[in-house]
């Protein structure tokens, strides 16, 4: 029967293909017992599954490298860790010994008891090592069936995954094997996922809720990564619009591609410069093609995130020097470590509790808590400075003292650098990133300590509207769209002409070309975004004209709420 349900956009596209389900969280396994005399037999059954599951991994591992963003490798680290993971086997070992349960069983019973110490912990962290869990779990009963019936494997070409989240390094794998689109019940639009999907072009829509509960595997799924829905068992004036739409996605994608070397130029003939945000290699290379005035925003914390260890000053130079060389002397901003709150890692630097996170020791209050750590950070990036411009970003900055500090060390790192007669870049510039509202209200005093700023409206727009922006059950209430926020990006944008410091919007909105007027209306003329939008806002600028949309600026600061801001934008 034809069923419509709507959730987040997490990753644009259509598709259309047979579902494919996954349930890990909730392994649908009936009670098996077995004979005591076929005990050792399980626990071998169990342990050679586990042994090809490691394999999988090492050969999926391989398959992937250079293909994908390198930090994703320390990902197979975590999973490969948690395969070893004396608690978690012996468990299962003792579970089938002592209550004589199916391999399969018992890895769920000890599933079950290792989720519920997970969910009793409020905690990120934990949180998202639980999901390593689930993964890691339906890895190894994948292999346990692959071996009893040769079940297919998870996702094939045509198919699209439904499950309840996926992992960052899961996306490469799936696109790499042809499924189409990833649907989860669980997840936001500003997850690594979510921004890993856009990376793959692979469409994502999260937070379809009832979704898991009303497929089967081989269903027709129809997946709108425009509008963040789904059908189940589309009719045919469903199939008939699908193939409408495609058609016209296609003829886009080529009249887009003409603009791949036009100028980012308004009707009224002003240059805007146009950034890129790059997580991997691709990105790289892709901003490079398209004509991105460099790179706007690296986030470094994906080089630390869920991984064991702390990449090193040699292995964190390696790959800043390659990004660095990947624009080809085009200015690269570099963001320094911005772990902490929703980006939990594995290597310990983030606290693993907080009582709330979001206001709590991240960013640039945990980098300046770790100076050696940040110290090495700074090292490693004033060193691929001397291959290429770089800037130095600084995330969640709250006060002048933390540029002061960071700045003091940036001096410190350079000259501890050139003493020992390393390669260094010479004018490395250093600047805030405007998520915090304190940051924002208080530029005057910040403006002496910072070379430009760059306005991380993902963080700003949660902190100035006390909104999380993972939280899908206050998702509603998570827009720009809101009178203090247009205030406050008017507010700085306007202190940056005046002082003549560039200022950058390098939050999702930049990426998105429903908001390409509005920014120009308020006055940004630099943009940071993901490649994969770049031509279609750069067609956004081409098709505005700078000095009417800075006109309508008064009325939009004038609405009064977000149905006021709306009427306006759609006239812009
Ligand atoms: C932001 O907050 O807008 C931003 C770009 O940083 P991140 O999404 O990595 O927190
Ligand atoms: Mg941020």
């Not at 419509?4 to 909730?26: D, F, N, T």
């Not at 390669?423 to 070379?451: F, H, N, T, Y």
């Amino acid at each position: 029967m034809r069923t419509a349900l709507s959730g987040v956009i997490a990753s644009r596209g259509l598709a259309l293909g047979r579902v494919r389900i996954r349930e890990p969280q909730a392994l649908e396994v009936e009670e098996q017992r077995i004979e005591a005399d076929a005990v050792e037999a399980e626990v071998e059954r169990l342990h050679d599954a586990i042994a090809a599951a490691r394999d999988e991994l090492e050969a999926l591992r391989r398959t992937l490298q250079g293909s994908v963003a390198p930090e994703l490798g320390e990902f197979f680290d975590l999973h490969a860790l948690l395969l070893d993971d004396p608690e978690l086997i012996s468990g299962i070992d003792a579970l089938i010994r002592t209550g004589r349960y199916s391999a399969v069983y018992a890895l769920k019973l000890q599933r079950d008891r290792l989720a519920m110490v997970f969910d009793s912990i409020n905690d990120p962290y934990f949180r998202s090592r639980r999901e390593d869990l689930d993964q890691v779990v339906g890895r190894i009963y994948a292999q346990l069936h692959r071996r009893r019936d040769a079940a297919a494997p998870e996702g094939q070409a045509g198919e699209i995954l439904v499950t309840d989240s996926v992992a960052p390094q899961e996306l490469a794998h799936l696109s790499a094997r042809g499924v189409l689109a990833v649907v989860t019940s669980g997840g936001s639009a500003l997850s690594h996922s979510a921004i890993l999907a856009r990376s793959l072009h692979l469409p994502l829509v999260a937070a379809v809720h009832e979704l898991l509960g009303r497929v089967n595997d081989g269903d027709l799924l129809l997946v709108d990564g425009e509008r963040g829905a789904v059908i189940v068992e589309p009719d045919a004036d469903d199939l008939a619009e699908f193939q409408r739409r495609r058609r016209g996605s296609e003829r886009e994608r080529r009249r887009l591609a003409k603009l791949r070397t036009a100028p980012t130029r308004t009707a009224d003939g002003v240059d805007i410069r146009l950034f890129a945000n790059a997580e991997s290699p691709e990105d790289v290379a892709e901003a490079f093609a398209l004509g991105a005035d460099g790179v706007g925003l690296y986030r470094t914390e994906f080089l630390f995130l869920q991984r064991p260890g702390v990449p090193d000053e040699d292995e964190q130079f390696q790959i800043y020097r390659d990004l660095v060389l990947g624009m080809g002397g085009r200015p690269v901003t570099i963001r320094t470590l911005d772990l902490g709150a929703d980006k939990a890692d594995a290597t310990g630097l983030a606290l693993a509790r907080e009582p709330n996170p979001a206001l709590g020791l991240r960013g640039v209050r945990l980098s300046l808590a770790r100076r050696p750590l940040f110290a090495a950070q700074l090292r490693a990036i004033l060193r691929a400075a001397a291959y290429g411009p770089v800037r130095i970003l600084v995330p969640m900055v709250c006060s002048r003292r933390e540029m002061s500090e960071v700045r003091a060390l940036v001096t410190e790192c350079a000259e501890g650098l050139r003493s020992t007669g390393q390669a260094c870049g010479e004018r490395v510039q250093v600047g805030g990133m405007i998520e915090v509202p304190a940051a924002a209200m208080s530029l005057g005093s910040l403006k002496d300590a910072v070379d430009f700023l760059s306005i991380g409206t993902n963080d700003l727009v949660q902190y100035l509207l006390a909104v999380d922006r993972n939280n899908d059950a206050v998702a509603d209430l998570y827009s720009p769209l809101h009178p203090a926020v247009l205030r406050v990006l008017h507010d700085v944008l306007g202190s940056g002409r005046r002082w003549q410091l560039p200022v950058t919007i390098c939050g999702e909105i930049a990426g998105d070309p429903a908001y390409t007027r509005l920014l120009l209306a308020l006055g940004l003329t630099q943009f940071s975004l993901h490649p994969s939008s770049l031509l279609e806002v750069r067609r956004a600028v081409r098709d505005s004209d700078f000095g009417a949309l800075r006109r309508r600026a008064s009325p939009l600061l004038r609405a009064v709420d977000r149905e006021g801001i709306e009427r306006i934008l759609v006239r812009l």
